[in-house]
């Protein structure tokens, strides 16, 4: 560039605006409806504190119009929000001095491995190694135990699970061993952080927070998955999970309510079409956090549609004992 | 309102019916997508332009229903000011990890790369105008990426045209050093 060029004209566009998807769309569309439903659910939160009533002449026209449907919110994320209030209402965990909240998660993770490693030609090669994952955690000794036992992997071809073998890389993950690791000193920092408990305060400290990642992903998907980080941990307050959980609402996934739980999701690529999704119970405890890839990985031989990681936890109870279960 | 109502008067009607909001969102999503994807790329740009209605709604208060009927421009400026948060955000990343010249972009499939890859500007050319002051981002992706005028500039960010004037002269100056010495990219 010269001086005499004008930088401004290096910003200036070419080609045909982009335009969005259907899917960008109706995702967008999404989120600016749960935004609608929240402001609508509040807006009638407060009209009922303050003694006003919907004349029942109005109701009856605007059921008769056909109106009523469109002024409820949706009731997907109505039900959210119905967890959201039954998180506050739960009674905080009591964790007596001495003891520790004990939780269990069976878990899935993808492991990418160079080819070489195997012996194999090509440049990766992938497997899902499931483990069980134990961890007895205490806040106010910050002490934690963390017991993780490994399975079996599973391959997405029978050469590959070949070759893995043959290459003893069963030792090298340490399939079928218990580890055990005790450490002290433990700072939690999503604790440490001081999270606001009214949910725009929240959903803005959230965004900034994953803000200052590297993380390449949207950060619609990073605020679902710091509010799993978050809900996951037993000691969060009834306060703050509730909060939590009205920003889960408020920024608009996908909803599906199922028996007894409720799943949040959201599509994202990463480099390939994703979908990140969280469970929750009725009361807001983290259950389930999966990705699946939706897309193809020809390179990894990994098939549309494969979940690449799994977590499904029980809820966590207090225990005064470190030995596995607890009694 | 009549049969085909204009944006200021579906945002008038928001504020007690908040539902006439998505009519807004219907008219301007696709503008306001073209103009996010082109600033920060196809990774955040569908993000930023989603979150530009919401912050829209909550704000829409602040639109002047009286003086414009149009809200393009209203959304654009705060599509404007999403886009130079995130991308001082970024700016500062690269720096703080100090690893600017070998910052991977982040990779996609063949199909988004094709449609937008040619449609958004280069990852270096962003990197320069995060480094600018946040209103200069806002003035220049304005007036460069959305070609928008001084006076429809100072509609949209709510300044005055003589504002807008000296904001891109001194973002003018700026670049023109940064591009020369790409080394001095960093958010100030």
């Known amino acids: 560039m010269t001086g005499q060029d004008d930088p401004l004209d290096s910003f200036k566009p070419s080609g045909a605006p982009p335009q969005p998807s259907e899917v960008e769309f109706r995702e967008a569309e999404a989120q600016l409806l749960a935004a609608i439903d929240l402001e609508m659910t509040r807006s009638k939160r407060r009209s009922r504190a303050a003694g006003w009533r919907l004349p029942a002449i109005a109701a009856t026209v605007a059921v008769a119009l056909g109106l009523f449907a469109v002024l409820q919110p949706d ?6 929000l119905e967890v959201a209030r039954a998180a506050r209402l739960a009674t905080p ?40 994952r134990e961890v007895w955690w205490s806040p106010a000794e910050r002490f934690i135990q963390i017991r993780t036992t490994v399975q079996r992997p599973t391959f997405f071809s029978p050469g590959t699970a070949a070759a893995y073998r043959a290459a003893g890389l069963e030792r090298d993950d340490g399939v079928g061993e218990t580890d055990t690791q005790q450490l002290t000193g433990v700072t939690d920092p999503l604790s440490e952080a001081e999270w606001p408990t009214e949910a725009r305060a929240l959903r803005s400290a959230m965004e900034e927070a994953v803000s200052m990642s590297d993380d390449q992903r949207p950060i619609r998907v990073r605020v679902l998955d710091l509010a799993a980080d978050l809900l996951r941990d037993a000691d969060r307050t ?10 889960m609402a408020d920024v608009g996934y996908d909803i599906v309510e199922d028996d007894g739980t409720i799943s949040l999701s959201a599509r994202f690529r990463n480099p390939l079409l994703t979908r990140l999704e969280v469970t929750l119970s009725r009361t807001g405890l983290l259950l389930v956090e999966r990705t699946v890839l939706l897309e193809p990985d020809t390179a990894l031989q990994i098939p549309a549609n494969t979940v690449i990681s799994r977590s499904e936890r029980e809820p966590p109870v207090t225990t005064r004992s470190l030995s596995s279960p607890p009694p | 309102m009549t049969g085909h109502p204009t944006d200021s008067e579906l945002i008038a009607a928001s504020w007690t019916d908040p539902q006439q909001f998505a009519q807004i969102f219907q008219r301007h999503f696709s503008a306001i997508y073209a103009f996010t994807v082109r600033a920060v790329g196809p990774s955040q740009g569908p993000d930023l332009a989603a979150e530009t209605f919401v912050r829209a709604l909550a704000i829409r208060r602040r639109f002047d229903t009286e003086m414009y009927s149009n809200a393009r421009p209203w959304l654009l400026g705060i599509a404007a000011n999403l886009i130079a948060g995130h991308l001082r955000s970024r700016a500062r990343e690269y720096r703080a990890v100090g690893r600017l010249s070998s910052v991977a972009e982040p990779a996609f499939d063949e199909e988004a790369v094709n449609r937008v890859q040619a449609e958004s500007i280069a990852p270096a050319l962003r990197r320069a105008l995060g480094s600018l002051r946040q209103e200069e981002v806002e003035v220049v992706s304005l007036f460069a990426l959305e070609g928008l005028s001084y006076k429809e500039i100072a509609v949209a960010l709510g300044i005055a045209e003589g504002t807008v004037r000296s904001r891109l002269s001194r973002a003018r100056t700026r670049l023109r050093n940064l591009l020369a010495d790409p080394g001095e990219i960093g958010p100030t």
């Not at chain 1, 009731?75 to 959210?80: F, I, K, M, N, V």
């Not at chain 1, 998660?105 to 195997?118: A, I």
């Not at chain 1, 009834?238 to 920003?247: F, G, H, K, T």
């Open chain 1, 75 to 80: 009731p997907a994320r109505a039900a959210l």
């Open chain 1, 93 to 132: 965990i009591d964790i007596p001095s001495g003891s520790y909240v004990y939780s269990r998660s069976e878990n899935v993770h993808l492991v990418v491995r160079p080819g070489s490693d195997m012996n194999l030609n090509s440049e990766s090669v992938a497997y899902l190694l499931p483990t069980i």
């Open chain 1, 238 to 247: 009834p306060i703050l999970r509730s909060a939590i959980l009205e920003v």
